[in-house]
């Protein structure tokens, strides 16, 4: 039998990129957003964040390949553990807001599914508002992964495959029947191509220079992930050449095909028209999108009314299956996978005992526990806020959107620091000049920073200012713990020792 390890091939990285980075429901939102003037932006994030920043995590991974922390070991060298510890449970605080957004949002599927349209917003019980129902669904949906999770029933995540398999297809079928529809009406689009479609948003809310520019946040949002990728540098063929060329190619691909997608939207789907209602949320976007588009296929080949909304129902049904077994894949992953790793990969002194505890299962089941209470309250203080369903999953898709990106700032802020490590082994570099590797970074660190920032003054400008506080608050909160939760344990540590 032979011991030689197989090592992974360019074709190979590029598939595992294309997987980790390329998200269907990232084009929808995007064309809702911002329509075909959401192109630049996602090329612009493709240049100057995905590519040099993968490059980054590559180095930090190579070098901590056998660290078992993670982002907080990278932090830890670079930084020192303080900042680790806080930039790491802002990390860790990203997957919280992630589930308090998708245990509300895991429901528009459901319902898809179920009925072939997205129902969630007539759904009253008890004189609780639409809302208010799907908030104490999502509180039901978190409990019930984390009572699962924690017994160690993590093979249900294998339906994470399942549902990436079955978003490719989905991604395809978009293309193929956008396609039909485009050559059916003789090259005629939905929503018309002009210069001024591609720089100006027909979305009210993204029409002020601050709101454009906050829209950088959703783009790198969608290219965000590859932080995870650094762990495979040390099982490539010749690393050197193959993972910056992997992560080009990979760039050059993801990028067109946001691009073409976005654009392939405007075929079947006028904005104003379709987008315009308040029906239409951020929530439901895809499922929407989806069922437009059967219903115009069924216009362009000339089929009855009735045909032509059957087949916007199957493709809203089989939208909404795709997404329903992706989100519950990586529920019962991220439930436990994030929280596993931080804790156990960080200094055991500075947790309580009771929360590093390992149950029989192999989960820390007590502190998914209190991660379930935390994710529970704020889904509850978000639904019963008395917001409308639209503003609801704009509040949950801003939060994710900050909360993901502000871990960024800690990685990539701290990369100087880590190339002034001279007793590290680095088998992979690709950032050897100091003065160009500091105005690499300092550019990433600019473009992540103002994203956040507008992204954060934007609905202050509009005077929205709910959106505004929930918006920022996560990063601050959980940035706000992480310091105070360091400092006494640091303090209590010392006294022991003492």
Known sequence: MSNVKKKITLVGLILMIFTETFGFANTTVAYDQMGYASIIWYILAAILFFLPSSMMFAEYGSALKNAKGGIYSWLKVSIGERLAFIGTFIWLSAWIIWMVSTASKVWIPMSSLVFGADKTQTWRFLGLSSTEVVGILGIAWIIFVTILASNGIDKISKVASIGGTFVMILSGLFIVLSLVVWAANHGVMAQPIHASAFIKSPNPLFQSPIALISFVIYAIFAYGGMETMSGVVDSL?????????????????????????????????????????????????????????????????????????????????????????????????????????????????????????????????????????????????????????????????????????????????????????????????????????????????LVIAFGIIFTCLSPILQHDYQTAFWTIIGPIFFGGVAWIFYEVNTRRNRKQKK
């Open 237 to 445: 063929d010749k690393p050197e050449r193959t993972f910056p060329l992997g992560i080009s190619i990979a760039m050059v691909v993801v990028m067109i095909l946001y691009s073409l997608m976005i654009l392939l939207w405007g075929v079947s789907t006028n904005w104003h028209q379709v987008l315009g209602g308040k029906t239409v949320n951020l929530g439901n976007i895809s499922y929407v999108l989806m069922g437009n588009l059967g219903i115009q296929m069924g216009k362009a080949l000339g089929t009855s009314h009735a045909t032509a909304v059957l087949i916007g129902n199957i493709l809203t049904r089989f939208t909404g299956l795709s997404m329903f077994l992706a989100y519950c894949g990586s529920f019962f992953v991220v439930i436990y996978s994030p929280i596993k790793s931080f804790i156990l990969g960080s200094n055991p002194d500075l947790w309580p005992k009771s929360l590093t505890k390992i149950n029989d299962h192999g989960m820390p089941s007590n502190a998914m526990r209190l991660q379930a209470i935390v994710v529970c309250i704020i889904i509850f203080l978000v639904a019963f806020g008395g917001n409308a369903a639209q503003r609801f999953y704009q509040i949950l898709t801003n939060m994710a959107n900050v909360a993901t990106t502000t871990p960024y700032l800690f990685l990539v802020g701290a990369f100087p620091a880590f190339k002034k490590r001279a007793d590290l082994k680095r088998p992979f570099e690709i950032y050897k000049n100091k003065v160009l590797t500091n105005i690499i970074v300092a550019v990433v660190f």
